[in-house]
């Protein structure tokens, strides 16, 4: 029971300090490092790339996972969310997914 009760109360602690596991800047702080070691390409040079292919679909933002090194672009269409995964080292889609 004392386990139990231990574990409840350190949960919440731990689940504070895992924002805090990526470093300073969070994703977008990642990302900013990888690009200036020139390991991936801007999100302004992925964004140039894909968003002329997704014909009448609305942007609605980025994400970047620094352990996979990739971009998630979503998008919106008909009311369906798109999401464009690209490599952020190479610039190429990864998988489109609705």
């Given amino acids: 029971m004392n386990r139990k009760i231990a ?4 949960l919440p602690a731990l689940m504070l300090a895992v924002p805090a596991l990526s470093g ?7 990302a900013r490092r990888e690009l200036s070691a020139g390991n991936v ?3 302004r040079e992925i964004e140039r ?7 009448g679909a609305q942007y609605l933002g ?5 352990v996979a090194l990739a971009y998630r672009l979503k998008f919106i269409r008909d009311g369906r969310v798109i999401f464009v995964d690209v490599d952020a ?10």
Avoid: A, F, H, K
């Fill in 7 to 10: 574990l409840v109360l350190t």
């Fill in 24 to 30: 300073p800047g969070g994703e977008q702080g990642q």
């Fill in 41 to 43: 390409r801007s999100l």
């Fill in 49 to 55: 790339q894909v968003l002329p292919t997704m014909n």
């Fill in 62 to 66: 980025p994400e970047y996972d620094p």
């Fill in 89 to 98: 080292r190479t610039g190429s889609i990864i998988r489109q997914r609705q």
